[in-house]
């Protein structure tokens, strides 16, 4: 039974925050899920590639 846990813990975990990052960054959750459960490290880079919203550039000019 420890076995078991230990196994979910240490694939499944990595695999479900991979999920949940994916579909935040609109990538493929699935793929994503089964690559960091795999291999974790592709929680990194999942993590590396997110560049965040846009923000808008106000056109602006600063008082002189």
């Known amino acids: 039974m420890s076995e078991l846990i230990f196994i979910l813990?240490?694939?499944?975990?990595?695999?479900?925050?991979?999920?949940i990052m994916a579909r935040k960054r609109d990538k493929n959750p699935?793929?994503?899920g089964l690559?960091?459960?795999i291999f974790p490290f592709f929680l990194v880079v999942l993590r590396m590639h997110y560049?965040?919203?846009?923000?808008p550039k106000d056109n602006v000019s600063p008082p002189a």
Request: with cysteine.
């Open 35 to 37: 690559l960091c459960g």
């Open 30 to 32: 699935y793929l994503w």
């Open 9 to 19: 813990l240490f694939f499944g975990l990595p695999g479900v925050f991979g999920f």
């Open 51 to 55: 560049k965040g919203p846009e923000k």
